[in-house]
C-alpha cells in the first residue's frame, strides 16, 4: 500500500474500516489517543456493569450460593475457551488462572518433568524479565539439575539438540515486536524432542495464531493487554490435549484436583487443562477478562491483523516524512514481521514520551531508550494515528520535552 499522508485520506481509510464499530465497545477518555493497549488495554463499556452486578448481585445477594448459581466456578474453564479461540486451541486446551509470570513456571516445570535425562531450558537473550527471572527460579529450585541457556535469536534453531528439554520464547517480542515463526521452531524443537512453551502476551489478540496447526505444545499469555481484561487481570495457559493427563506442575492447590470438595488429603490431578488450576479463582477479576474477551466478538483475527499493519504501516511512513532520521526504527520495517506494537529508540526517550502523555497521546518508555507505541484495531483508527504523529511533530520541532518536568522518572514506565 502506498501511504495515505493526508488526514484526509486517513479518514477515508476509517470510512471503509471494517473494525470500525469495535470502538464503541470501549469507553475512551476525551482527548486520548490511546497508543498502549499492547501494555494496558482499555476499558470495555460493559466492564463496569458487569463488575457491579456480581458485586451486587451475584456476591451481595447470592453470597456463596454463586459458585454454583452464577457459575463462578466454571469461569476458569469458561472465559478460557472463549480465549481459544483467537489462539487457535481447542476450548479444552485453555483455562484462565493466576499470572502470566505463575503460569510460566508451572508449564516450563511440568514440561521439564516430561524430559526426565534433559539438562537445558532454551531461551533468548532479552526475552521478557520476568520470563528470564522465573526460569531462573526454577533452575534453582531444581537445585541445578537443570540449566537456563539463553542464544541470540538467529542460533536458536541450531541449539536445539538433546540436552534440551523445553524452549521457551515470546512469540512477538515486548520491544521490538518481532515475530517468532511458531510451526517452524515448534517442528524443529519437536525433532530435536523437546517441548515447546510459548508466551503469547503480546500476541493475543493481536495477531492470528493457530496453536493447533504449529503443534504448539505449552503456552500462556496475558490477560491485560489486547484482552483488555483491566489492570492486573488473571493470566491463561494452554497445554495441548495430547500433553494433559501426563502433566504434572508443581503448583498442586485444591482447584487443580479431581475432587477439590471431596476434602481428602491426597492430591489426584483433574482430567484436562483443569489441572493446571491452582487456588480459588478471583471471581471480579474473571468478570472483567469475560468482558475484555467479549470485545473481540463477532471480529475477526485477520481483520485485527490486516488493520493492526495498515495503522503500524502508516505510523512508520508518517514518521520517515515528517521526522526523518530523528528515531532509530528497533521494529521490522516490515509489517509481517512484527506484531502489533512499534518501538523507536532515541537517547531522550524518556523526557520525550513523557512529553507525549502530557499532550495526551498515551505510549510507554522501556529502558534504556525505546520509545513503544501499541496500535490496537479494535479501538484506534487512521485519523488517530495521523493526529498522534503531528503532535509528536510539534514537540520535536518545539523541543518541548527539554521541559525539567519531563526528566522525572516515575516508578511505572
Ligand atoms: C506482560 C508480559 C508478562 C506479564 O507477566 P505478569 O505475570 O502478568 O506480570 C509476561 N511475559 C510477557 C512476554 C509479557 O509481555
Known sequence: MTAPLTREACAALDRDDPLAFARDRFDLPEGVIYLDGNSLGALPRATADALAQQTQEAWGRGLIRSWNSAGWIDAPLRVGARIARL???????????????????????????????????????????????????????LGGAVELKCVPRDRIAEALDETVAVLVLTHVHYTSGEVFDMAGLTARAQAAGALTLWDLSHSTGALPMDLTGAGADLAVGCGYKYLNGGPGAPAFAYVARRHQDGLRQPLSGWMGHAAPFAFVDDYQPAA??????????????????????????????????????????????????????????????????????????????????AALIADGVIGDFRAPDRLRFGFTPLYLSHTDVFDAVEILV????????????FAVRQAVT
Open 87 to 141: 489462539i487457535g486451541a481447542g476450548a479444552d486446551e485453555v483455562v484462565v488462572t493466576d499470572s502470566t509470570s505463575v503460569n510460566l513456571f508451572k508449564l516450563a516445570s511440568a514440561a521439564v518433568a516430561l524430559r526426565p535425562g534433559r539438562r537445558v531450558i532454551l531461551s533468548e537473550p532479552g526475552n521478557f524479565p520476568t520470563d528470564l527471572y522465573m526460569l531462573q527460579g526454577l533452575c534453582a529450585q
Open 394 to 405: 510539534r514537540i520535536m520541532r518545539e523541543e518541548r520535552w527539554r521541559d525539567r518536568r
Open 272 to 353: 484436562g487443562i483443569g489441572r493446571v488450576l491452582c487456588g480459588t479463582p478471583s471471581v471480579l477479576a474473571m468478570t472483567a477478562l469475560d468482558c475484555g474477551v467479549a470485545t473481540f466478538d463477532g471480529v475477526e483475527m485477520a481483520q485485527v491483523r490486516a488493520k493492526s499493519m495498515s495503522l503500524s504501516g502508516l505510523f512508520l511512513d508518517l514518521l520517515e516524512a515528517r521526522l526523518p532520521g530523528v528515531f532509530q526504527l528497533v521494529s521490522p520495517r516490515n509489517a509481517a514481521d512484527r506484531g502489533s506494537h512499534v518501538s523507536l529508540a532515541h537517547p531522550d526517550g524518556y523526557p520525550i514520551m
